[in-house]
C-alpha cells in the first residue's frame, strides 16, 4: 500500500509541482478559457509550447478555440513524461531505490518546526493513512503523497487534468506521444535534495493545504485558464521554492529542455509541446531561455 501511493504521488510529479495551485472548482462563473500558448516557428517547423495543470476537477473549462485548433493541427504530443507500463516500471525502481530501507527513528512529525506540527497532524487526519505511513517515506515524498490525497479530497482528479486529456486525443488520432524526459532521473534528484530542501517543501505544502478552503472556487486555475500568468510568474521564483528546489524542479530541467526544443526545431513538423505551467513562468521560464539563445517566442494566445 505505502509503495502503491507513493507511485501515485511519483507519476503526479511534474505538473503537481509546477502548476498553478489547484482546488475544487466548477465551470460556473467560469468565463470563456484562454490559457496562455506561445510558439518558436521557422521556415518549416512550429511549436508550441503549453503550460498545463495536472489535476482539474470534473467540468472545468480550458480548452480555448485557439488551443482546439492547435491540437487538431500538431502532428506531434510532447510531454514531461508519458503515461505508460515502461514509464511506470521506471518509476517504480527508483521508488524501491528510496523507500527502502526504511528509516524508523525519524518519524514525519519531528522532520517539520514545532510551530507546524499541528498543521501537519491535521494534513494526515484528512488523508486515510497514519502517521506511520509517512514516517516511512522521504520527507519530500511525503510532501507529495499528502498533495495528492488533499486534491483527491477536494474532487480534483488526474483523468481530468490537461496531459490525460491531451494524451488521449492523440492516441485517439493515432498520432505520436513523446516524453521530453525520464521522470526517474527527476524522482532521484529530488531524492538527493537536502534534509532542509525537504523540510521547506513539505513546510510549504502544508502552508498552502492550509490556507484552501476545501471545495471553494479555484481563482489559481480560472487564471490560469483565462490566460493570466502574472500569478505563476510570482510564484515560480528561486525565494518562493528554495534555492535547490528551484534549481532541480526548473532550472536544469528548463536548460535542458530549451536545449531539446533548440535541436526539434531542425526537424519539419508541428508540434504541442505541453509541460507543467511554472516552465513558462519566471525569470528562468522556457520563453526567457529560448529567447536568450537567439530563437524568437511570440505569445499566440
Do not use: C
Amino acid at each position: 500500500m505505502r509503495k502503491r501511493m507513493a507511485l501515485r504521488a511519483i507519476l503526479a510529479l511534474p505538473a503537481l509541482l509546477l502548476a498553478p495551485a489547484s482546488e475544487a472548482a466548477t465551470s460556473a462563473r467560469q468565463s470563456d478559457p484562454h490559457p496562455a500558448i506561445w510558439k518558436i516557428s521557422d521556415a518549416d517547423t512550429t511549436i508550441y509550447l503549453f503550460g498545463t495543470t495536472h489535476a482539474l476537477p470534473k467540468g472545468f473549462r480550458w480548452q480555448s478555440p485557439a488551443l482546439k485548433q492547435i491540437v487538431a493541427q500538431a502532428e506531434e504530443l510532447v510531454l514531461e513524461t508519458v503515461d505508460s507500463p515502461a514509464a511506470e516500471k521506471s518509476t517504480e525502481g527508483a521508488v524501491d531505490d528510496t523507500i527502502n530501507p526504511v528509516v524508523p527513528d525519524r518519524p514525519i512529525v519531528a522532520r517539520v518546526a514545532p510551530e507546524k506540527q499541528v498543521l501537519l497532524k491535521r494534513a494526515i487526519a484528512r488523508t486515510d493513512f497514519p502517521e506511520q505511513f509517512y514516517d516511512a517515506m522521504p520527507t519530500w515524498m511525503a510532501s507529495l503523497v499528502l498533495a495528492v490525497e488533499d486534491m483527491s479530497k477536494d474532487g480534483l482528479s488526474h483523468d481530468n487534468g490537461v496531459e490525460a486529456v491531451l494524451q488521449k486525443a492523440f492516441v485517439r488520432a493515432g498520432r505520436p506521444i513523446l516524453a521530453v524526459e525520464d521522470g526517474s532521473a527527476v524522482l532521484r534528484q529530488m531524492h538527493a535534495l537536502s534534509e532542509d530542501a525537504q523540510r521547506k517543501m513539505l513546510e510549504d505544502t502544508l502552508e498552502d493545504m492550509d490556507a484552501t478552503e476545501p471545495n471553494t472556487p479555484n481563482e489559481s486555475d480560472r487564471a490560469w485558464a483565462s490566460g493570466d500568468v502574472s500569478q505563476l510568474d510570482a510564484d515560480f521564483t528561486q525565494e518562493k521554492l528554495g534555492a535547490e528546489l528551484y534549481n532541480v524542479l526548473v532550472r536544469q530541467r528548463n536548460i535542458a529542455w530549451t536545449g531539446w526544443l533548440t535541436n526539434r526545431m531542425a526537424k519539419p513538423g508541428t508540434v504541442l509541446f505541453a509541460v507543467g505551467a511554472g516552465h513558462l513562468a519566471g525569470p528562468d521560464s522556457l520563453q526567457h531561455l529560448l529567447s536568450g539563445s537567439g530563437i524568437a517566442v511570440s505569445r499566440v494566445d
